[in-house]
Each structure stands twice: as C-alpha cells, then as structure tokens.
C-alpha cells in the first residue's frame, strides 16, 4: 500500500512538472527568443527542479557556448572539493640556520583586502636565513585564448607561483599627489589638457608604467595595472623590496618534507571571486589545488583531476581552459551547468552556496533581480552573456537554472533584461 502511495505521488508530481513545461515553453517563444535581443542570437537554456529530477524546460541546453565569467563556477567548485578549510600560503621547512619557502599560488599575499598574512609574519619574524625555492609551475602568465592585448587592464593580471599585491600595481593620483605600490616600479607623469579623465598604462614588455592626467582634473584616481612577473629572480627581488631583507635561491633545496602554512578561510576569497567576478582569484584557485595536491601548480592538472573524477557525469565533455572565463576556447553547454550546480547542491550546505554566490541586487546582480530570490553567476564578454544558478520560486520550489547567450549584436544590458523576464516569469507563477 505504502508503495502505491509514493508511485501515485510521483505520478501527480510528474504530471504537474509536464505541465508546466508547456507554458514556459509557449511564454519563451512568443516572448523572448523571437524577440530583439535574442531573435538573431545563439541561445541555450536550462531549467531543473532537483526535488523531483525534472527538467523544467530545455531550449539547445546541448548545445556548445561560450561561457565568459560562470567559468568561476567551476572554479568554485574545484576550490570547495580540493582546498579544504585554508588556502595554502606557503610550503615551508626550517632547520637550525635557514627557512626554505616555496610559494603555493595563495593570491591574498599582501594583497590590500587581507589583513590577516601569515606568510609575512613568518618571514618578518624569523631571523634565520630565508631561501626562496622555486616551485613546480606549469602555467604561463595567460592562459589560452586570453586577448594578448589586454595586458595592462585591471582584470587580467599574470599568474606566478608566487603572487604579491593581487600581481598588480595601485597607481593613486589628485592633483599634484602621486604613488605607486609596489615602489620598486617606475612611474612616468605626464600632463595632457585634453584629457577628459587620467590614464594609466604600462610598457607592453617593461616594469615601466604610466600616468597622463589633465591638470585642471582635481577628482582623485585610483587604478591597478598588472606588472610582469618575471622570472624567480625578479620575484626575489620583490620580496627583498617588501621585506627589507636578502634572500636567497635555493638553487638544489634540501630533500625534506615540507609543511604547509595555512592562511586565510577558503570562503574569504570565494566570495569577492563570486561577487565582483574577480578573475585573478578564479585563476590562482585552479593553480593552489593543484599545489596542494601535487606539489605541482597547474591548472589543467586539477582540470583534467576533476573532469576524470568529481565531474565525469557531465552531461557534454567540455572543453575547459581557464578558471576565470576569459578565454574564448572555453566551451560548456547550460546542461553542463545545471549539473555541477546540482553536484553543489547536494554536496555542500545550502546557506554556504547562498553565500558565495551573488544575490538578487547585490554584486554583478546589484541592478537585477532585486524582487526575486536567485543566488547565481553572471558572465559577459564581447557578444555574451551568460547567468547561472539557483532560483527560489514564488510557490518555495528550488529551481536550477543556465541562461546563455553567444553572438548577439545588441547590448549586454538588454540581454540580461530580457534573460531576467524569464525568471522573473517562471518565479511569479510557480
């Protein structure tokens, strides 16, 4: 009898999913993929309720895009199964004359949102000799298919095993007040009266940068350019500039085991990687997990770990490159998305995604879904747009969802409107 039950329940169940199927289907024809900004568009979605593993509504959710910035999903992913509580400041060893440091990708090194640096109180403490040991990195400064050209814009600074200052300098200016961070750069001023704002920019192959700025211009400016990274050489030197001290290379380190020094809590730096789409996170995430695993950074190490492991029941293999989304070689389908959302779902607490991930009118989503409760990802690049995530409905039903679009040719804000019409139809009527 009681079998009977739960088979006529999940008959009604059934048959309430597949109708509302239908009508979302009827409300997306007629309104939103035939419409300007989506009729000339390649677009894909994906709608799931996990309580009954039933696809809500499926529109080319097989099909390949390009997926900008809900790559951080990934990457968030990669980062809550393999991280563990900390990131990984350093591996370290100490004997009774020197301290041998290797770095571990950890991108909050002396980066100016983290006061806590354990890392430096190490090596400010110590009064032993300190040796630099060159780690095991595989990555270059880019990744694949990132725009070469954009090496001096704030949102793609290089990767290094070692990262200081977000790899980054802050160029501050107002009136005739200036500074760089770190120090150790040169910096050109130049006055401009033509300028409707200051300029900042950077030597395309030199530590050298540059300020233009209109003297009658009295707001204050504050920019970050990314420096070259260099080689271990220039690292060090880095290092003895913030430290004041000399350091060695350890040209043969010693055979030893080393320790791992923890630093900050993992969600401290998932949550501005969610919230303001912070690429350099994303990217140093992939290269810490790989770190801690293998002694080795490399971001397909703990791409290909994973898609031959935690994430082999994607639906679509992807063609996964970076961790951030800037590459144009990265290709996911929305099922794809839908399917580590759900992986998240079940394996992590709901209150700890609904954290990390940005709400309605807050971070990328501050100007949307203000009336709604979706806790999701954006990504935007030139001709995409793209939001993932999870959906609250009017009637409390838990809803995940991938709305991506490649290849329009209107403007990214009207997409997003028209991708909110959407949600906003399915939350207020189920």
């Given at each position: 009898?009681?079998?009977?039950?739960?088979?006529?329940?999940?008959?009604?169940?059934?048959?309430?999913?597949?109708?509302?199927?239908?009508?979302?289907?009827?409300?997306?024809?007629?309104?939103?993929?035939?419409?300007?900004?989506?009729?000339?568009?390649?677009?894909?979605?994906?709608i799931?309720?996990?309580?009954t593993?039933?696809?809500?509504?499926?529109?080319?959710?097989?099909?390949?895009?390009?997926?900008?910035?809900?790559?951080?999903?990934?990457?968030?992913?990669?980062g809550?199964k393999?991280?563990?509580?900390?990131?990984?400041?350093?591996?370290?060893?100490?004997?009774?004359?020197?301290?041998?440091?290797?770095?571990?990708?950890?991108?909050?090194?002396?980066?100016?949102?983290?006061?806590?640096?354990p890392?430096?109180?190490?090596?400010?403490?110590?009064?032993?000799?300190?040796?630099?040991?060159?780690?095991?990195?595989?990555?270059?400064?880019?990744?694949?298919?990132?725009?070469?050209?954009?090496?001096?814009?704030?949102?793609?600074?290089?990767?290094?095993?070692?990262?200081?200052?977000?790899?980054?300098?802050?160029?501050?200016?107002?009136?005739?007040?200036?500074?760089?961070?770190?120090?150790?750069?040169?910096?050109?001023?130049?006055?401009d009266?033509?300028?409707?704002?200051?300029?900042?920019s950077?030597?395309?192959?030199?530590?050298?940068?540059?300020?233009?700025?209109?003297p009658?211009?009295?707001?204050?400016?504050?920019?970050?350019?990314?420096?070259?990274?260099?080689?271990?050489?220039?690292?060090?030197?880095?290092?003895?500039?913030?430290?004041?001290?000399?350091?060695?290379?350890?040209?043969?380190?010693?055979?030893?085991?080393?320790?791992?020094?923890?630093?900050?809590?993992?969600?401290?730096?998932?949550?501005?990687?969610?919230?303001?789409?912070?690429?350099?996170?994303?990217?140093?995430?992939?290269?810490?997990?790989?770190?801690?695993?293998?002694?080795?950074?490399?971001?397909?190490?703990?791409?290909?770990?994973?898609?031959?492991?935690?994430?082999?029941?994607?639906?679509?293999?992807?063609?996964?490159?970076?961790?951030?989304?800037?590459?144009?070689?990265?290709?996911?389908?929305p099922?794809?998305?839908?399917?580590?959302?759900?992986?998240?779902?079940?394996?992590?607490?709901?209150?700890?995604?609904?954290?990390?991930?940005p709400?309605?009118g807050?971070?990328?989503?501050?100007?949307?879904?203000?009336?709604?409760?979706?806790?999701?990802?954006?990504?935007?690049?030139?001709?995409?747009?793209?939001l993932?995530?999870?959906?609250?409905?009017?009637?409390?039903?838990?809803?995940?969802?991938?709305?991506?679009?490649?290849?329009?040719?209107?403007?990214?804000?009207?997409?997003?409107?028209a991708?909110?019409?959407?949600?906003?139809?399915?939350?207020?009527?189920?």
């Amino acid at each position: 009898m009681k079998k009977l039950l739960v088979v006529m329940i999940s008959l009604v169940i059934a048959e309430h999913v597949s109708a509302q199927v239908p009508a979302i289907k009827k409300w997306a024809e007629t309104e939103l993929l035939y419409k300007t900004p989506m009729e000339q568009a390649h677009v894909g979605i994906c709608i799931y309720e996990p309580a009954t593993g039933k696809y809500w509504y499926q529109y080319q959710d097989n099909k390949y895009f390009t997926p900008a910035s809900n790559m951080k999903i990934f990457s968030l992913y990669a980062g809550l199964k393999l991280l563990g509580d900390s990131l990984p400041a350093a591996r370290y060893y100490e004997n009774d004359t020197a301290l041998f440091v290797k770095g571990m990708g950890d991108p909050s090194f002396l980066h100016p949102d983290y006061t806590y640096q354990p890392l430096l109180q190490l090596l400010q403490q110590t009064t032993k000799k300190i040796y630099l040991v060159p780690g095991v990195n595989t990555n270059l400064r880019y990744r694949s298919g990132w725009a070469w050209n954009d090496y001096a814009d704030d949102y793609q600074p290089e990767l290094n095993e070692w990262p200081m200052y977000g790899n980054v300098v802050r160029i501050r200016h107002q009136r005739d007040s200036n500074s760089i961070v770190p120090a150790i750069y040169d910096l050109d001023i130049s006055e401009d009266d033509t300028l409707s704002e200051a300029i900042t920019s950077r030597d395309e192959r030199n530590n050298f940068f540059y300020l233009k700025y209109n003297p009658r211009d009295r707001s204050l400016l504050k920019a970050e350019v990314p420096f070259l990274t260099g080689s271990v050489q220039e690292l060090r030197q880095r290092l003895e500039d913030t430290l004041h001290k000399r350091i060695g290379l350890a040209v043969v380190p010693p055979k030893v085991k080393y320790t791992i020094l923890g630093s900050l809590p993992v969600d401290s730096l998932f949550i501005p990687m969610m919230e303001r789409s912070d690429n350099f996170f994303a990217e140093q995430t992939l290269m810490m997990a790989a770190s801690r695993l293998w002694d080795t950074l490399s971001s397909d190490h703990t791409i290909n770990y994973l898609l031959a492991n935690d994430l082999k029941s994607l639906p679509h293999p992807p063609q996964w490159e970076d961790g951030s989304g800037l590459s144009r070689y990265d290709l996911f389908t929305p099922r794809d998305f839908v399917r580590v959302l759900t992986l998240m779902q079940e394996q992590f607490p709901k209150e700890r995604l609904y954290r990390l991930f940005p709400a309605g009118g807050k971070g990328t989503l501050k100007n949307y879904y203000q009336q709604l409760s979706v806790h999701a990802k954006t990504g935007t690049l030139n001709g995409v747009v793209a939001l993932s995530g999870y959906l609250e409905t009017k009637k409390k039903k838990t809803l995940i969802f991938s709305v991506m679009v490649n290849n329009h040719h209107e403007s990214p804000s009207s997409v997003r409107r028209a991708v909110e019409r959407l949600l906003t139809m399915v939350s207020k009527e189920y």
